[in-house]
């Protein structure tokens, strides 16, 4: 059998997802069988460790259940040359695959990590110091929902790239509701979308507009990178941030169904970067958000100085603007990150060699 084989194989021959907690009881009415996911563009948890799954190229989310144990105290995670041990694990070499997200399960503290093969192949992993195994997505319990609106699965955009795998660009769990950004097929295309969870025929969503500082111009077309969801000033925010790297507070209770609704621009976080992940960390007794970022080191802002700046950024910056910052000038060339438990995170880096590893990191180090 080929390697190639080998590899499409995994989604349907890993290890199956833990069945150690009690009998399935169906809940959120999941159907059993093998989902046919065709892409892993962003992965999140909600209740119970529910596991959903952000298809851009089926522009479909996917609720799975992990069945995974509880496990109230969190195991650091440290792998060295990660990638080049899931390229192993699945049969390949590393630069045929590329890491596309990684999510802790909130429930059991496991770290699962999303990949793609050159020929678009995905798989689904899980990650620990002692080992890295795929995931079963066979004969399992799951729902699905199509997007609405979804931006076409030809569509082009500038210097020829597609549109569609932006139809995802990051998703989220809060308030028993699965919030997706991304990309739509109208005029205004960037589009945030709530989804109650248990899945059923409703979908709202909203779409987007911002001001980008260091563009100079308000902008409908951008997909959110990445965002999440907190209270600034005892209210509930959209927090998103955008390539190059204007972050963007949205009222939450204002992002209703068929409504377009501008941003407040808190802060530009200088051009020629893209921001990966958005966390909130605790630490000192105060709430910190955390943005791990492709040519800046990890940025911090610390709430109270986001709730602080109640202006908007409305004139072109060339270099940083709005709420102030520090850079954790130790944790450059992020890939990834996410909240370990609440006094550590699991960050993925890029080393200086080229080589790729997972580490974790106390709140108080950052």
Do not use: W
């Not at 941003?263 to 605790?282: C, F, K, S, Y």
Request: aromatic share 8%; charged share 20%.
């Amino acid at each position: 059998m080929t390697k190639k084989y080998i590899y499409a194989g995994l989604l349907l021959a890993g290890i199956a997802l833990s069945a150690t907690r009690p009998f399935f009881t169906n809940p959120y009415g999941f159907v059993k069988g093998t989902p046919q996911i065709g892409s892993i563009s962003a992965l999140g948890f909600g209740q119970d460790g529910i596991l959903f799954i952000g298809d851009s190229k089926n522009a479909a989310v996917y609720a799975v259940e992990t069945r995974d144990a509880k496990n109230d105290q969190a195991a650091d995670i440290a792998v060295t040359g990660i990638d080049q041990k899931i390229a192993e694990a699945l049969g390949t070499q590393k630069q045929n695959i590329t890491i596309t997200d990684m999510a802790v399960n909130p429930v059991s503290k496991k770290l699962y990590v999303a990949v793609q093969h050159a020929d678009g192949t995905p798989a689904l992993l899980t990650v620990s110091s002692r080992s890295i195994e795929p995931v079963v997505l066979k004969d399992i319990h799951f729902s699905r929902i199509v997007l609405n609106d979804a931006v076409a699965e030809d569509a082009k955009g500038g210097r020829g790239r597609p549109l569609r795998m932006s139809a995802i660009s990051d998703l989220s769990f809060a308030n028993g509701k699965v919030y997706v950004s991304g990309l739509s097929n109208k005029e205004f295309s960037s589009t945030f979308r709530s989804i109650p969870f248990p899945f059923g025929d409703k979908q709202e969503q909203a779409s987007l507009e911002m001001y980008h500082a260091s563009h100079g111009r308000y902008e409908t077309t951008s997909p959110i990178r990445s965002f999440t969801i907190s209270k600034v000033n005892g209210k509930d925010y959209l927090i998103a941030s955008y390539t190059c790297t204007p972050l963007v507070l949205f009222p939450l209770d204002e992002l209703k169904a068929g409504t377009h609704v501008k941003g407040r621009t808190v802060a530009e976080m200088g051009a020629g970067n893209t921001p990966i992940d958005l966390t909130t960390i605790t630490k000192n007794g105060q709430s910190y958000l955390i943005m791990g970022n492709t040519a800046r080191p990890v940025s911090e802002l610390n709430y109270q100085t986001i709730a602080a700046f109640e202006g908007t950024l409305t004139e072109r910056v060339a270099g940083k603007a709005g709420t102030p910052f520090n850079e954790v000038a130790s944790l450059t060339k992020v890939l990834q990150l996410d909240k370990l438990d609440n006094g550590k995170v699991v960050i993925m880096q890029k080393k200086d060699n080229g080589d790729i590893d997972v580490l974790t990191a106390a709140n108080e180090t950052l």
